[in-house]
């Protein structure tokens, strides 16, 4: 038995090596030479230590997608959690709470793509739902046509789509909480405030941070919905991270600053991570 | 609100041993009863090369077609038969199969009929297209599967617009003296500049997708507008049709997907060029010169008069736009000109008319802008798996009868006695052909580097929505202008630029 565990640990490990490590060396190592498309040809030039780095976190577009990044993870996990959150604890006190889940987990099943090209109809000008809405209304959005209004589209779709993931880890984790410190806090008169301040939040804590934990992972790994939606446009308003390590890649066919940008959101993923590791662990 | 803490439930193996086991015999059960009612593949031989006749008979008396929209009542139009005739030869035919990557262009139903049609005629060959997203995928895929020297594909769908020359001069193209030594080119044919290597050819064309004007022709006659000649001409129709009450937008340019063409259109009918003389090597950019500004304010001009939110129009959109009668005047690929007349797409068949893609005015060089930039060829892939049926079926996409059955599906042939066919340009139905016929004699191509492919998408695209945007084209254009140099240094090509003041 134990021989057979040993088997399956140095089984998977070979296969992790393979399919980790290796792929990561050859990214760590395509960010320290010059590779891309020359004339047709695949060109592979030595260049000074660090010297993609430079090139990348000098480029104007580097800049604006990883600050997009970090607005767009930020913002989206920022309103699912609370979203999230409130959520669970209203379906929680619900007499249909199979009902409730039932419709939240429609969301989370519908293929990202379905769930853009929905959106891109809803917001589509003159007969997208929305559009036709805000026209009565007396004013209309640029959803698709404004820099700053297709960065709010891709917030609100993004939460729209995940929110109810958010909602199913943190139900689960409320719905197993003990009742005792809740009737205590009843006995002694405390407010629903009160309780929801002093009880459920500090007992919720490690339940909301793997939530949060999840999210921000995924929500930088985002690619479908914005690509679809937008096309990481317009003028590169929407493109993340994510989508400019796959344009630099089969777009500018720039082989190496695709890798200093995968880099730099592998390390930007795991910081995140070591935060939320640290939260669980206090 | 809160349940109590439970005792952990112990998990009775002997479910999940039976579920399992239940799931494998219904998909092994499943699989047996597939494979054992799979209808037998039907194998009919017969070796044939069809050849066509058509006969049609029309009461239109005029031999120009008639911009008005009434259908002529009395006209009698017959579908062109086809007689197939039977021949023997000696020459064994390629076989197997061979995979070609594709988009969903508006000219694929059209390509599918050539691949059955020459399945038919070679029973033992099939030709299996590879599905992609879009055109800057089609051109992604295809670089990624060159430059890995993969074999993915055994056929290159070339467009200039979308990595041609990087394709073909990098080397990842065949020519065509390699596949067929004795091939000499057919003087019915028309060959791009753009798939030469060495000055030998390596990609025979599959179609003629460039760009014609299409207009309400309804519309036109009712405000006592002539068809469109000249940029002025489509200005002052959009600015004179142009009612969002309606609504009816006066121009529908692309400008949210890949690529956008128009513009490039706009910039060589002003005589303007990207490079001072890219043969020549010499590569000083020029393309925010004054026939790059002409070129600019035009498109500017054009979007006073766009539907709202230009930014998210895609190339189906102005189908749709066209289609649905909101549309007076746009510029897109020939190819879409069947969408136009189908009563199940269309709620205003026959009422679009088609132009050359207008000139310019008032500079040198001015001429009819019609690019091969949305055109096709097929080339071997230099890594193919099958090469000789390859060959063969990119040879048999340049024959008469699979240009014929292009040109009756509404693609641009690129025979030159097939777009001259009087059955066909007679047939209102294929009113499109007679412009595109007109429009080949005006075709020109941009600079046949591979570079050009990342400077029309995505520099020149973010260039188009930066117009669309900031509706500053001296900006914009000076701007195009850096990016390319920025982008061409870094390809260790010697240029410059000077901002236009």
């Known amino acids: 038995m134990v021989q057979k565990k040993e088997a399956f640990a140095s089984l998977a490990s070979i296969v992790t090596l393979g399919l980790v490590v290796y792929p990561l060396f050859s990214l760590v190592n395509a960010a320290f030479y010059k590779i891309r498309i020359i004339k047709g040809e695949l060109s592979v030039e030595s260049v000074a230590p660090f010297a993609n780095f430079y090139r990348v976190f000098s480029d104007t577009l580097f800049q604006t997608s990883a600050e997009v990044t970090i607005i767009f993870s930020l913002v989206s996990v920022i309103i699912q959690i609370p979203l999230g959150l409130l959520l669970a604890i209203a379906v929680a006190n619900s007499k249909l709470k199979r009902l409730w889940i039932s419709l939240f987990i429609i969301s989370i099943i519908l293929p990202p793509v379905s769930v853009a090209l929905i959106w891109r109809f809803l917001v589509y000008p003159e007969i997208g739902l929305m559009d036709r809405l805000t026209s009565l209304l007396g004013f209309r959005i640029p959803w698709l046509g404004s820099m700053f209004w297709a960065r709010i589209l891709i917030i609100m779709v993004d939460t729209w789509h995940w929110t109810s993931f958010a909602f199913l880890i943190i139900y689960a984790g409320y719905v197993s909480l003990s009742s005792v410190p809740f009737e205590a806090a009843r006995i002694d008169g405390a407010s629903d405030i009160q309780t929801f301040r002093h009880i459920t939040l500090p007992l919720l804590r490690p339940t909301i941070v793997v939530a949060l934990f999840f999210r921000i992972i995924d929500v930088l790994q985002a690619f479908p919905e914005i690509w679809e939606l937008t096309f990481g446009g317009p003028m590169y308003a929407t493109t993340i991270l994510n989508i400019l390590v796959y344009i630099a890649t089969f777009t500018l066919t720039d082989f190496s600053y695709a890798a200093v940008v995968a880099l730099t959101l592998m390390l930007l993923t795991i910081g995140f991570v070591l935060t939320f590791n640290k939260m669980l662990k206090r | 609100m809160n349940n109590m803490s439970q005792e952990p439930k112990k998990v009775d193996r002997r479910k999940f041993i039976y579920a399992g086991l239940g799931a494998a015999i219904i998909i092994v059960g499943g699989a047996a009863i597939y494979f054992a009612t799979k209808p037998p593949e039907v194998t009919t031989i017969t070796s044939t090369i069809s050849t066509t006749t058509t006969t049609t008979t029309t009461s239109i008396s005029s031999t120009t077609i008639p911009t008005t929209t009434t259908v002529p009542t009395t006209t009698t139009v017959t579908q062109p038969t086809t007689t197939v005739t039977t021949i023997t030869t000696s020459v064994a035919k390629p076989k197997g199969e061979i995979t070609?990557?594709?988009?969903?262009?508006?000219?694929?139903?059209?390509?599918?009929?050539?691949?059955?049609?020459?399945?038919?005629?070679?029973?033992?060959?099939?030709?299996?297209?590879?599905?992609?997203?879009?055109?800057?995928?089609?051109?992604?895929?295809?670089?990624?599967?060159?430059?890995?020297?993969?074999?993915?594909?055994?056929?290159?769908?070339?467009?200039?617009?979308?990595?041609?020359?990087?394709?073909?001069?990098?080397?990842?193209?065949?020519?065509?003296?390699?596949?067929?030594?004795?091939?000499?080119?057919?003087?019915?044919?028309?060959?791009?500049?753009?798939?030469?290597?060495?000055?030998?050819?390596?990609?025979?064309?599959?179609?003629?997708?460039?760009?014609?004007?299409?207009?309400?022709?309804?519309?036109?006659?009712?405000?006592?507008?002539?068809?469109?000649?000249?940029?002025?001409?489509?200005?002052?129709?959009?600015?004179?049709?142009?009612?969002?009450?309606?609504?009816?937008?006066?121009?529908?340019?692309?400008?949210?997907?890949?690529?956008?063409?128009?513009?490039?259109?706009?910039?060589?009918?002003?005589?303007?060029?990207?490079?001072?003389?890219?043969?020549?090597?010499?590569?000083?950019?020029?393309?925010?010169?004054?026939?790059?500004?002409?070129?600019?304010?035009?498109?500017?001009?054009?979007?006073?008069?766009?539907?709202?939110?230009?930014?998210?129009?895609?190339?189906?959109?102005?189908?749709?736009?066209?289609?649905?009668?909101?549309?007076?005047?746009?510029?897109?690929?020939?190819?879409?000109?069947?969408?136009?007349?189908?009563?199940?797409?269309?709620?205003?068949?026959?009422?679009?008319?088609?132009?050359?893609?207008?000139?310019?005015?008032?500079?040198?060089?001015?001429?009819?802008?019609?690019?091969?930039?949305?055109?096709?060829?097929?080339?071997?892939?230099?890594?193919?798996?099958?090469?000789?049926?390859?060959?063969?079926?990119?040879?048999?996409?340049?024959?008469?009868?699979?240009?014929?059955?292009?040109?009756?599906?509404?693609?641009?042939?690129?025979?030159?006695?097939?777009?001259?066919?009087p059955s066909l340009i007679a047939n209102p139905k294929y009113r499109a052909l007679k412009e595109q016929a007109e429009a080949l004699k005006y075709m020109k191509s941009l600079p046949h580097i591979p570079e050009l492919t990342y400077i029309h998408n995505p520099i020149g695209k973010t260039f188009v929505q930066k117009v669309v945007a900031e509706r500053n084209p001296k900006d914009a254009l000076n701007w195009f202008a850096e990016e390319i140099y920025k982008y061409l240094t870094g390809q260790g090509f010697k240029t410059s630029w000077t901002p236009l003041k």
């Open chain 2, 100 to 421: 070609v990557p594709l988009h969903k262009p508006p000219w694929l139903t059209g390509f599918q009929s050539v691949i059955s049609q020459y399945e038919k005629a070679n029973e033992d060959a099939k030709v299996s297209l590879s599905s992609v997203a879009n055109i800057t995928e089609l051109r992604d895929k295809q670089v990624a599967d060159a430059i890995n020297k993969t074999g993915l594909y055994d056929l290159y769908m070339l467009n200039q617009g979308m990595g041609a020359s990087l394709l073909v001069l990098g080397g990842h193209t065949r020519k065509i003296r390699e596949s067929d030594a004795s091939y000499e080119k057919d003087p019915n044919l028309i060959y791009y500049g753009w798939t030469y290597r060495d000055n030998e050819l390596t990609a025979l064309p599959l179609n003629a997708n460039n760009d014609l004007l299409y207009y309400r022709g309804d519309l036109f006659d009712e405000k006592g507008l002539k068809k469109p000649d000249t940029w002025d001409d489509v200005v002052n129709a959009a600015k004179t049709l142009h009612d969002p009450s309606k609504p009816v937008y006066g121009f529908i340019p692309r400008v949210a997907d890949d690529p956008c063409y128009e513009w490039w259109h706009m910039l060589v009918s002003f005589g303007g060029k990207v490079f001072v003389d890219a043969e020549k090597g010499d590569f000083t950019i020029r393309v925010n010169d004054e026939h790059g500004l002409a070129a600019t304010e035009t498109f500017a001009e054009l979007l006073k008069y766009a539907p709202p939110e230009p930014m998210a129009i895609t190339q189906s959109d102005i189908m749709a736009y066209m289609a649905t009668g909101k549309g007076a005047q746009t510029l897109t690929v020939y190819a879409n000109s069947p969408w136009m007349d189908d009563p199940t797409t269309s709620i205003i068949p026959m009422k679009i008319q088609y132009a050359t893609p207008p000139k310019g005015v008032g500079l040198p060089n001015c001429d009819y802008g019609p690019i091969d930039f949305g055109c096709f060829s097929l080339g071997v892939s230099s890594y193919a798996k099958n090469k000789e049926l390859a060959y063969d079926f990119a040879k048999f996409c340049t024959s008469y009868d699979a240009q014929l059955t292009l040109a009756m599906m509404g693609v641009g042939p690129v025979r030159k006695d097939v777009a001259s066919l």
